[in-house]
């Protein structure tokens, strides 16, 4: 129930503000009052999730479409509850932030932004796959208006530009999303079992490639985030992009271990390559939401990274880099709002030596900037090391121009730093333009206190994003799983019981991770470690 | 002494009461005082309307079992019932939209023909034979001849009467050729009687059979305006008057879209290897000429005519997987898909009397922060047209799709996703001219003062998002509907 709360809260919200005539005061200050009743509901679900189990928990199937088995199914795993923490975190940010800032037509964007949280927050926990795509489209409807109405100049073809790129790959998704709910019987996640379909795989594939995005389908992405108002580029870089990173991990690895261990060298060399490649246009940018932009997509390749290094050491590792760049990113977005609002621009050549006589924005941006590099002891760092360790596994060779990229990345956050804080004051630079407001610290601040809480205890996420802790992940025997799997095939091929080993499809090394799912539909799958 | 058959007055109430309204409408157009004939003429075809909307509800509550009545000209089933519901609830929103439309002096008429063909469209689903299959397609095509060209001091309103006429009359020909054939070849008029015929004569792949049976799928290409016969449907919906178009986006299509399901599934059984393919390449060329008609289009009602073309095809995915999932999911998708396009043709009427001109791309500039509810509805049509979740346009395409992977054509699936998102660069085009150009760009002023407040059309328009969002959530409630009226046909 409180997870359909959560979801629907916001968007009755929504409805609310665009119905009543509120001022723009009232709208505002509406909106921002709902997003923190999100947060505060988030911390209730925190405090009551029982992370040493791996159940789907505050869980709610009502059903939908019963001549097809697709359902109204919401819940929570512990990897999801991160992610819907930073989704509500930063949300609540962006619209504080736009309602110290007064945005036109307050109504209308103030209703659109809560609709986008519900949906952000329906994707994040729907068990069902159609389910699952209406909110994953639902949160382009709002973010289309958003763009296209208040962003910058030339915001309409940056708009038009993100959602067909984002459709195009959903409607992909939608194909083979029919193709694969009707050969299973049912859309229920929780229920269908592995596919070895390649072409299914790569409708999934399609869609979170393109929105998280993935070398090269990031065409979307310099424009949208550059064009965007600041704000719903926070939104954009930091939440929604890891929608796709929680498709992957949900449905993509999940549900086709086959075809992901065929298609792992070819998606590790593009994550890698997407890593590199971003990094250095994030090096070359000319301007500050470029450089934004691009690490963005660098940090996206990392996470991938670590989802395909398909162990332990990734999954966690990319769970806690999604939150950390999600945090990261929107503060930067905020961060370099705010000195757009002082200067009238974002080309690095006309700024310049801001931190003289504005201590707080000089502080606040050097700590999220070293964050943001990933330097030693941040949870930035703690979250690219066990990508790193994680996908060394695979081949040292992608651990090492990892570690490259993490080279990169100081070379850029650095470059952010001193062209916006340092050198001679730019000619875009005034003496009048103020050190950061009240209002503007409220909005930055609990975001970078957010990362210095998780440099101080990462494992508050790392290790418990997948529910059970480590050493008391339960073994099957080789010869346990072999017999699981024939009395799976006897089962028939719905509700089967099935063995998915991580690591590498169909392995039976010893320590090898593992997942079964069971006969019945609501038991989840578990997590378990073959023994001998 | 000719014996007349018995006839089942209960199975013809709904499409004779809109005849009826029809019949008062056109007496009060003489007897009604001048200043009360408009009124008048839309209450009494309202009334009918909403008389045929309950016989048709209470005939699918009372024929669980099909039959064919008076003397097997008609079906007495689900499936007919199901069809003249939605006509009649199509009719009743058009009348909603055209009651502020300026009929001059012939308000009674019209109202007169708009209930008269609604009657042939809800007749024509309840059509079992050749014979009635003709008469309702005439019936509804002569009435919506005169609505296109009513708007007499208007050229383009003639000249879209007379395409109308011209090629609404070479397909109906085609139509009755194509009838004549299957008769000559099986000397059967009754569609169930023909499909025996076909089997017990061992007639499956006669020449003179499929010639017919090609003859006829092309009568009902130019009903349903699928390609490569939509020529008229560009023209045509945007000569028309807007609330005639509306009408016949939402009603004629769904008019004839069921009796084509009806006729194939009961008369052809025999040949479905052959309609399935034949509908299946309709399919591809509507989709294909469809969208990219529209993405040329600057003005709004051609651009939606194109996007009713693109429609036909979404549509004819489910016919063309001939099982009974499709037929489901095409009584299903008539239903949002009628919400939308009367829907976005009341919008395109409102804003057309505020402006006095034709509704483009570039003079709805603004037009979404003038008229919030207006703009919103408009808004949440264009999306549903291009399939987003949360309007029954998403569920629509999804039951189609489903229904074409069941019946193995999982390649439809992938064309039908392609035309979607080409589709998305006109309908997000229209939310785009709404709302992100201010209103300083429209280059036309407003025909001066406050835009006059339609309460009426409004209320049409937020029924029709209701129904556009609501068939979303309640999905299963719907889908039950068209389970038990699809039912009535055979697989």
């Given at each position: 129930m409180l997870t359909t709360v959560l979801i629907f809260l916001p968007v009755a919200a929504a409805l609310a503000i665009w119905i009543l005539p509120l001022s723009r005061f009232a709208a505002g200050s509406f909106a921002l009052l709902v997003s923190l009743v999100e947060v505060g509901l988030w911390v209730d679900l925190l405090i009551r999730f029982d992370f040493a189990s791996s159940q789907l928990q505050f869980a709610q199937q009502t059903s939908w479409i019963s001549s097809l088995g697709v359902s109204y199914s919401v819940g929570f795993y512990a990897f999801s509850i991160w992610l819907a923490g930073l989704s509500v975190v930063v949300l609540a940010a962006a619209v504080a932030y736009a309602f110290w800032v007064g945005r036109e037509r307050a109504r209308a964007y103030f209703g659109l932004m809560l609709?986008?949280?519900?949906?952000?927050?329906?994707?994040?926990?729907?068990?069902?796959?159609?389910?699952?795509?209406?909110?994953?489209?639902?949160?382009?409807?709002?973010?289309?208006?958003?763009?296209?109405?208040?962003?910058?100049?030339?915001?309409?073809?940056?708009?038009?530009?993100?959602?067909?790129?984002?459709?195009?790959?959903?409607?992909?998704?939608?194909?083979?999303?029919?193709?694969?709910?009707?050969?299973?019987?049912?859309?229920?996640?929780?229920?269908?079992?592995?596919?070895?379909?390649?072409?299914?795989?790569?409708?999934?594939?399609?869609?979170?490639?393109?929105?998280?995005?993935?070398?090269?389908?990031?065409?979307?992405?310099?424009?949208?985030?550059?064009?965007?108002?600041?704000?719903?580029?926070?939104?954009?870089?930091?939440?929604?992009?890891?929608?796709?990173?929680?498709?992957?991990?949900?449905?993509?690895i999940a549900k086709f271990p086959g075809p992901v261990g065929d298609f792992r060298v070819p998606i590790l060399v593009l994550a890698t390559v997407g890593l590199l490649y971003g990094s250095l246009l994030a090096f070359r940018a000319p301007d500050l939401r470029g450089i934004i932009a691009y690490s963005s997509l660098a940090q996206m390749g990392l996470i991938t990274l670590g989802l395909f290094a398909a162990n332990d050491l990734g999954f966690d590792g990319a769970i806690l880099q999604s939150v950390n760049h999600g945090l990261v990113s929107a503060a930067l977005f905020l961060l370099a709002a705010m000195v757009e609002r002082r200067t009238q621009t974002g080309e690095l050549d006309r700024l310049g030596g801001m931190a003289r006589g504005r201590p707080l924005l000089a502080t606040v941006l050097i700590t999220t900037g070293v964050l943001a590099l990933a330097v030693p002891l941040s949870s930035n760092f703690a979250g690219e090391f066990l990508v790193l360790a994680g996908v060394f596994q695979q081949g040292w060779a992608w651990g090492a121009l990892g570690a490259v990229a993490m080279v990169l990345a100081a070379m850029y956050a650095l470059r952010l730093i001193s062209a916006v804080l340092h050198r001679d004051p730019g000619s875009a630079v005034s003496d009048a333009a103020l050190d950061l407001r009240p209002a503007e610290l409220g909005v930055v601040v609990p975001l970078v206190a957010c990362l210095l809480a998780l440099s101080a205890w990462p494992a508050a996420i790392s290790g418990h994003a997948f529910g059970g802790n480590q050493a008391a992940t339960p073994t099957v025997t080789k010869q346990a799983k072999s017999s699981f799997q024939n009395e799976a095939r006897a089962a028939g091929p719905r509700w089967a019981a099935r063995c998915v080993v991580l690591s590498r499809p169909n392995s039976d090394a010893i320590g090898a991770p593992c997942v079964l799912t069971s006969h019945s539909p609501n038991a989840p799958q578990q997590r378990v470690v073959i023994s001998k | 002494m000719i014996h007349g058959p018995h006839v089942d007055w209960f199975a013809l109430a709904p499409s004779?009461?809109?005849?009826?309204?029809?019949?008062?409408?056109?007496?009060?157009?003489?007897?009604?005082?001048?200043?009360?004939?408009?009124?008048?003429?839309?209450?009494?075809?309202?009334?009918?309307?909403?008389?045929?909307?309950?016989?048709?509800?209470?005939?699918?509550?009372?024929?669980?079992?099909?039959?064919?009545?008076?003397?097997?000209?008609?079906?007495?089933?689900?499936?007919?019932?199901?069809?003249?519901?939605?006509?009649?609830?199509?009719?009743?929103?058009?009348?909603?939209?055209?009651?502020?439309?300026?009929?001059?002096?012939?308000?009674?008429?019209?109202?007169?023909?708009?209930?008269?063909?609604?009657?042939?469209?809800?007749?024509?689903?309840?059509?079992?034979?050749?014979?009635?299959?003709?008469l309702g397609l005439e019936w509804f095509s002569i009435a919506l001849y005169v609505l296109c060209a009513i708007d007499g001091e208007r050229e383009r309103s003639l000249e879209a009467g007379l395409k109308y006429l011209v090629v609404g009359s070479f397909g109906s020909a085609i139509l009755l050729f194509g009838s004549a054939l299957v008769y000559g070849a099986t000397g059967r008029l009754g569609f169930a009687e023909i499909a025996a015929a076909t089997s017990a004569q061992h007639l499956t792949g006669d020449a003179l059979l499929v010639g017919g049976l090609a003859m006829l799928l092309v009568g009902f290409g130019f009903k349903t305006s699928a390609a490569p016969f939509h020529m008229w449907t560009p023209d045509v919906y945007e000569g028309a008057p807007t609330p005639v178009t509306a009408f016949m986006s939402a009603a004629t299509k769904t008019a004839a879209v069921a009796v084509m399901l009806r006729v194939l599934l009961t008369a052809f059984p025999a040949e479905k290897q052959l309609w399935t393919i034949t509908v299946a390449v309709l399919v591809c060329a509507s989709l294909a000429v469809g969208n990219f008609g529209a993405l040329a289009q600057t003005?709004?009602?051609?651009?939606?005519?194109?996007?009713?073309?693109?429609?036909?095809?979404?549509?004819?995915i489910g016919v063309a997987a001939g099982n009974r999932l499709g037929t489901e999911a095409v009584l299903y998708y008539l239903i949002p898909y009628g919400a939308m396009s009367i829907g976005a043709f009341a919008v395109v009427a409102a804003r057309e009397r505020e402006l006095g001109t034709d509704v483009t791309l570039d003079n709805l500039a603004g037009f979404g922060w003038e008229r919030p509810l207006l703009g919103a509805a408009m808004g949440t049509f264009m999306l549903g047209f291009a399939g987003f979740p949360l309007t029954g346009g998403f569920m629509g395409k999804f039951l189609v799709f489903s229904a074409a992977d069941e019946a193995g054509w999982w390649w439809l699936t992938v064309v039908g996703v392609a035309a979607t998102a080409l589709s998305l660069y006109y309908y997000l085009g229209v939310i785009r001219a709404m709302y992100m150009r201010p209103a300083e760009e429209l280059q036309l002023a407003p025909a001066g003062g406050s835009p006059p407040r339609e309460l009426l059309l409004q209320t049409v328009a937020g029924t029709c998002v209701a129904i556009t969002v609501a068939s979303f959530v309640f999905v299963q409630p719907l889908l039950d509907l068209a389970q038990k009226a699809a039912e009535s046909l055979p697989y």
């Open positions: 609709f986008l949280t519900g949906a952000v927050i329906g994707v994040f926990t729907s068990q069902d796959l159609l389910l699952f795509y209406a909110c994953f489209e639902a949160m382009l409807i709002p973010l289309y208006v958003l763009v296209g109405v208040w962003g910058g100049p030339g915001r309409r073809a940056a708009t038009i530009k993100l959602v067909i790129y984002t459709m195009v790959g959903s409607l992909l998704m939608l194909a083979a999303l029919i193709v694969y709910g009707l050969d299973e019987g049912t859309f229920d996640l929780n229920a269908m079992g592995p596919s070895s379909n390649t072409w299914i795989f790569l409708g999934f594939m399609a869609a979170f490639a393109i929105k998280a995005p993935l070398f090269p389908f990031h065409g979307w992405l310099p424009d949208a985030y550059r064009k965007a108002p600041p704000e719903v580029a926070a939104v954009l870089s930091g939440v929604v992009s890891k929608t796709a990173v929680y498709g992957l991990l949900r449905i993509v | 004779l009461a809109p005849l009826a309204a029809a019949a008062v409408a056109l007496l009060g157009s003489v007897l009604v005082p001048r200043s009360w004939r408009s009124p008048f003429g839309a209450a009494v075809a309202a009334a009918g309307f909403v008389a045929s909307f309950v016989f048709a509800a209470l005939l699918f509550a009372q024929s669980p079992h099909g039959e064919p009545v008076v003397a097997g000209a008609m079906a007495r089933d689900r499936f007919g019932a199901m069809a003249a519901l939605i006509v009649a609830a199509a009719g009743l929103l058009v009348i909603g939209v055209s009651y502020g439309e300026r009929l001059r002096d012939h308000p009674g008429e019209y109202y007169a023909l708009l209930a008269a063909a609604g009657g042939g469209m809800i007749f024509l689903g309840f059509a079992y034979n050749l014979i009635t299959l003709f003005g709004l009602k051609r651009l939606l005519a194109y996007s009713s073309v693109s429609h036909a095809g979404f549509l004819l």
